[in-house]
């Protein structure tokens, strides 16, 4: 069982940057690959960002491309997601996943363990 932990959800103007943080308590999470997945009201999942358990690949989903970056940490088991220039169609409920099928094309919305989510909204 891996537990994931979000924080770093609110409330931010348009243009503005929030990073979200996932931690993983324990000493699986480098051996994840692991991804951020988003869910707004009345839409289905998808899949946000990904990075491979080795941090030498990411893949991004086409509307967040240029604007976020997912990063992890080994040594503090924890996953980041940094959000620049975010807009209002942004705003969902944001989950940490591990166990993410990397390789897929496309990646499907899955994976194996899941955080309870964090909020972010972006006022226009």
């Known amino acids: 069982q891996v537990q994931l932990v979000e924080s770093g959800g609110g409330l931010v103007q348009a243009g503005g940057s929030l990073r979200l943080s996932c931690t993983s308590p324990?000493?699986?999470?480098?051996?994840?690959?692991m991804a951020w997945f988003r869910q707004a009201p009345g839409k289905e999942r998808e899949v946000v960002a990904g990075i491979n358990s080795y941090r030498d690949s990411t893949r991004y989903g086409d509307s967040v491309k240029g604007r976020f970056t997912i990063t992890r940490d080994n040594v503090k088991n924890t996953l980041y997601l940094h959000m620049i220039n975010l807009k209002p169609e942004d705003t969902a409920v944001y989950y940490c996943?591990?166990?993410?099928?990397?390789?897929?094309?496309?990646?499907?919305?899955?994976?194996?363990?899941w955080g309870q989510g964090t909020q972010v909204t972006v006022s226009s």
């Open positions: 324990g000493r699986t999470f480098s051996m994840y690959n």
């Open positions: 996943a591990a166990g993410f099928p990397f390789s897929a094309d496309p990646p499907p919305p899955e994976a194996n363990y």
